[in-house]
């Protein structure tokens, strides 16, 4: 049997198309962790004292470094947009590693934040929990899903800057396309955006 | 790309690319085969869940034990309402002839990310497989496809694996709203306005982005539950705190709008064949392109209305019952309009146009009755009756199946190159549409004498009703029967279609190559007129 | 590539958004501690929203990108405030 001709079609590069696909990608991501802040606002509702205690648990300054690290790690991703713009490829590099970097300590920080946590017997179905009761209980669970789910975001962040910066290394991400450095930001901030909510809401509860 | 001559004027079902056989479909990116890859699984996946609710109907032919016992029924609908719902109905339309048609409606040569395309198939293929490994893994769920709190993480039935595919299903869904909105947005042929689109794709725009808003949702809920039966949060379970009526809200706010991603697709493929078998121009194009998008956007404050007996506040029951009303309005603009473009047209009678006018007649059966279930004193009485059985059936199967074969009917030609023997295709359709009416009516009346729903056994004076009842259902399984095999053996051995057009559509697919080549067009087509511009 | 001209920020901007940031994070924590009752969230999540805004309008380039992605960013957020509000129907009454 004959094959037919390989088809050399146009290879179809759409940025801006790549773009809006990555903003409802985005908008989906909203509306998940909206539905986890629409649980959180329930119940906080139905508890506002436990939560209100439960909140005084969690250390307000690990909280405020990650929120300040997390930020930073933000602008980072949009100077290192700026530098491949400019075409500037080693700085755009040196700008991702930072971020990369505050990926991982990110991790860290909330790696040992849970192990305190856990240490002390804050985790769903502990001892402790059942004796503070329904609100504590439900506060830690919020906490450790919207937490836990954040930090698997964290965690697929890193892996599509792994991506970016080997496809920059190649010069497959350069001055004339970088959609998908665009689109990893995008992502990044997404993951701040987040955090931004979620640190008041658990940190700073009065 | 003119050097490739070869590779034009072959059909994409002739073409033979990288690989061979099999591999050539599943491994293609070509939108029109992922199009007929869903409609296949789709093929299987309903047969077999078709066959569940016959064997159901065949237990409910008589009061106690007939062919199965409690924990067998309880597996049965719940197998029945996932395989229905999340593998066929929500991908429905949408990904069958959605992907086939989508690109080549607005003049495209392939959907925006055709990689991410055929992904969707396989993603949606694994969800499939993981639901099914339930038989390997510790047996059937029993919680309905609703997975109510807190009977899901209580019951000893196995209903992660369940639990599991549905999430993964969801991802399939999120998919191909994410590329249908990007390549309606970006890749309309040249001329083709917003306001020169066709109806389908329309539905498909204000359907995926319900896709892309709603599902989420209940992935996020399918998830927490996994979570609450594994780890023991506490985010539902009432014993640690919990409320179990959230759960409810949640799956709702996902599963309200999950009825518009079923039927809006549906009412597009509606729109699109009246006029053509009416030969006339759609009557109120913008008022349906209007309700398509407010009908989106209201259809995401309803949820509620599932929820009226479950212990909400007044204030919340009477506020969903006005918004379910709200919602009313902008379906029955559409069967309005649909109507009137019928109106003094000249008909040509075909089966595509016999499947679209009995859509219109269970549709209003099936919003009528709804509107019942929206008010709140009936909603008490009926509620969890065969009453709701009997409405959802005539939406989610008499909406959108009659919508899906419309459709299959009306584009069968495009996509095999080939003509459905219209004999047989009219009696199926008319075994199909009594055995339908046969099995579903009497249930509105069982439902109102207080049959309750999800009951393997009923009390002796519902026995008429569901003789009928059962009954009905051989005679509808025997129409579909009698449609699936017709249109399986006519795109085999149907008769050649010659020419592109065989009935004398005015939208832009109709000009493409039958069936069209790899990837649709020589050129891109250049749009100047409306849709429906009959003269 | 598409003829489209880009916007680019510079590095300064970008530092610019970021010391407003660190401002508002100041001032989210420092807030904390004052005796305001029910309008401690309500304060806590007004900063926030700034904050995301701020990241949303320079960061994520809403500002200098096609409008279109502003206006659907707004729609989703007005989606999600509306289900919110729809479900506390429910919560606020019970
Ligand atoms: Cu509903």
Redesign the pocket.
Known sequence: MEKHEEHTAHVHRDDEGDKLGMWLFIFTELLLFGMLFLMYAVYRHKNPEAFLLGGEELDVFIGTFNTVILLISSATVAMSITAIQRGNKKQALVLLGITLFIAVLFLVNKYFEWGAKIEYGFYPGSDLLHELGHGTTLFFGLYYIMSGIHALHILIGIGLFIYVVWQIRRDKIHSTDYVWLENTGLYWHLVDLIWIFLFPLFYLIH | MSETTTAKHVSFLEYKGKYKGILGWIFSTDHKRVGLLYLYTMLVFFSIAAILGLLMKIQLIAPGYTIMGPQTYNSMFTVHGIIMIFIIVVPGLPAVFGNFFLPLMIGAKDVAFPRLNLASWWIYIIGILVVLSSQFLGGWPDTGWTFYAPYSFRTPANVLPALFGAFILGFSSILTGINFVVTIHRMRAPGMTWLKMPLFPWTLYATAWIQVLATPVIGITLLLTVMERVLGVGVFDPALGGDPILYQHLF?IYS?PA?YIMILPGMGAISEILPVFSRKSIYGYKAIVLSSLAIAFVGYF??G??MFTSGMSGRALYAFSFLTFLVAIPSAIKVFNWVATIHKGSLNLQTPFYWATSFIFVFMIGGLTGLVLGSLATNVHVHDTHFVVAHFHFIVFGGTGYAFMAALHYWFPKMFGRMYDASWANIGWATFFGGFLTLYLPMFALGLQGMPRRYYDYLPEFHTGNIISSLGAILMIAGALIVITNLVRSSRHGEKVTGKNPWGGRTLEWESDTPPTLENWDEIPKVTEGPYDYK | MSEEKHHISSYKSHLFVLLALFVLTGASVAVTSLEMGPFNTLVAMLIAGGKAAIVLIWFMHLKFDNKLYAIFTTFVLVIFLLVLYVTFFDYSYR
Request: neutral net charge; proline residues 0%; aromatic residues 28%.
């Open positions: 709702w309200h009825v309803v949820w209305h599932h």
